[in-house]
């Protein structure tokens, strides 16, 4: 897959592409990226890429026209009609079937805006999906274009050092969407905390019963909402349900 990366900050990608274990992914060419800088697509001697908006107000607005220059270029070296993610606060919040979704597409065309925004004409032309981390701002785009690739990058085959530990991430449908359980590692007695007794009895089945009693009670405390949609979806068990009354 092939995602190419609009932005005004290409350097800010250089460390996240070479560091960690997703690194597998970018330097096998598994999900291959490429950085574009609208810049280089702008005319005049001071390369402007931005503008006063109309109407007035504080800050500054990217301009269209670097943007469409810029995305003609893409389009030409990919040869395909790839969609145009922005990352905004109008966009839909990024979640694990989302991210499941693009890990099996063939990639898409990234916008990082800056400033105020972009404007909206661009958008209205071009853009085809907006995503969004969370309900608060960032100063541009390059943060949540870096975690939409990352969590990408890691259900690639071979890029986790366990092709089948995501299947027990937060969120997965192995999980049936429920939060993760807590993990410990050694010594096994630190600061005279235990680790639970269930896992290190060495029978497995009393440590997936545990690990599941767990994976309830976090999710009850922290995320009740995962509760929720998991049993409207008919994957609470009535031994889960027991658990929960107990909670």
Same mark, same amino acid.
């Given at each position: 897959? =092939? ?6 900050? /290409?350097? @800010? ?33 001071? $390369?402007? !890429? ?28 990919? &040869?395909?009609?790839? /969609? !145009? ?7 839909? %919040? &990024?979640?694990? !079937?989302?991210?499941?979704?693009? +890990?099996? +597409? +063939?990639?898409? #065309? *990234? ?6 925004? #972009? ?29 939409? *690739?990352?969590?990408?990058? $890691? @259900? ?29 590692? $050694? ?29 309830? =009670?976090?999710?009850?405390?922290? =995320?009740?909402? @995962? ?14 349900? %027991? *658990?929960?009354?107990? @909670?």
């Amino acid at each position: 897959m =092939r995602f190419d990366i609009i932005t005004l900050f /290409p350097e @800010l990608f250089a460390p996240f592409l070479t560091a960690g274990v997703t690194r597998r992914a970018f330097e096998s060419g598994l999900v291959n990226v490429h950085l574009w800088n609208p810049r280089d697509y702008a005319g005049g001697n001071y $390369r402007r !890429v931005d503008d006063r908006p109309f109407g007035g107000g504080p800050g500054m607005v990217m301009l269209a026209e670097p943007l469409t220059r810029c995305l003609d270029a893409v389009r030409i070296e990919r &040869i395909d009609d790839a /969609p !145009v993610i922005l990352f905004s606060p109008v966009g839909k %919040k &990024i979640n694990h !079937v989302q991210v499941e979704k693009w +890990s099996a +597409s +063939s990639g898409a #065309v *990234l916008l990082c805006g800056r400033y105020e925004g #972009v404007d909206q004409r661009f958008i209205d032309a071009y853009v085809t999906t907006q995503l969004s981390l969370g309900d608060f701002v960032l100063s541009g785009g390059e943060i949540p274009a870096m975690a939409f *690739l990352d969590a990408i990058a $890691r @259900l690639q085959p071979g890029v986790l050092n366990d092709d089948g530990s995501h299947q027990q991430d937060s969120f997965n449908p192995a999980l049936n969407g429920l939060l993760d359980c807590p993990h410990y590692t $050694r010594p096994e007695v630190w600061q005279d905390r235990e680790v639970p007794a269930p896992l290190l009895s060495g029978h497995h089945a009393q440590i997936e019963r545990w690990r599941r009693e767990q994976s309830l =009670r976090m999710t009850a405390q922290h =995320r009740p909402d @995962l509760i929720e949609a998991a049993r409207a979806a008919g994957q609470i068990t009535p031994l889960d349900e %027991k *658990l929960l009354k107990k @909670l």
